[in-house]
């Protein structure tokens, strides 16, 4: 659940993780060169539980999460401050899924890095009809 407010949705937890989101009001305002283009279905989604999951939320070290559009990819960032005994690579089922999600649609690849305080996934956006090509091959 994201409830919004002028720019920034807060998510699940109250006030303990914030997702800056480009636009306001109760959407995430997708650019006009973007409309015609689409993601694999639910990536966004599991990119933002991914964060909540590995990630200490708590009002003293809030989570933030910032999803932006740029270069034909949206890419979401997140702090990076993992719970205790938590790794990122624990089996690393999500970035494999979301990988072999995107291969069936693009050869643009999904591009992941992290820092010591970051962790950022970009992924592409594809053309409308490329996405109903896939869906009917």
């Avoid at 650019?31 to 015609?36: F, S, T, V």
């Avoid at 970035?95 to 591009?111: D, F, G, H, I």
Wanted: proline share 4%.
């Amino acid at each position: 659940l994201l409830r919004v407010g002028r720019g920034q949705r807060q998510m699940g937890r109250g006030d303990r993780t914030q997702v800056q989101c480009e636009g306001e009001d109760q959407r995430v305002d997708v650019p006009a060169e973007y409309r015609g283009y689409r993601i694999v279905p639910l990536s966004i989604q599991l990119l933002v539980e991914n964060a909540i999951k590995h990630n200490i939320v708590s009002q003293d070290e809030p989570l933030r999460i910032d999803i932006t559009f740029a270069n034909n990819r949206i890419t979401v960032s997140n702090s990076l401050n993992l719970r205790s005994g938590r790794s990122l690579d624990s089996t690393g089922w999500g970035r494999q899924n979301l990988k072999a999600r995107y291969e069936m649609v693009t050869e643009a690849e999904v591009s992941i890095r992290q820092t010591k305080e970051l962790y950022e996934v970009s992924i592409p956006v594809f053309p409308v009809k490329m996405a109903v090509r896939a869906a009917t091959a």
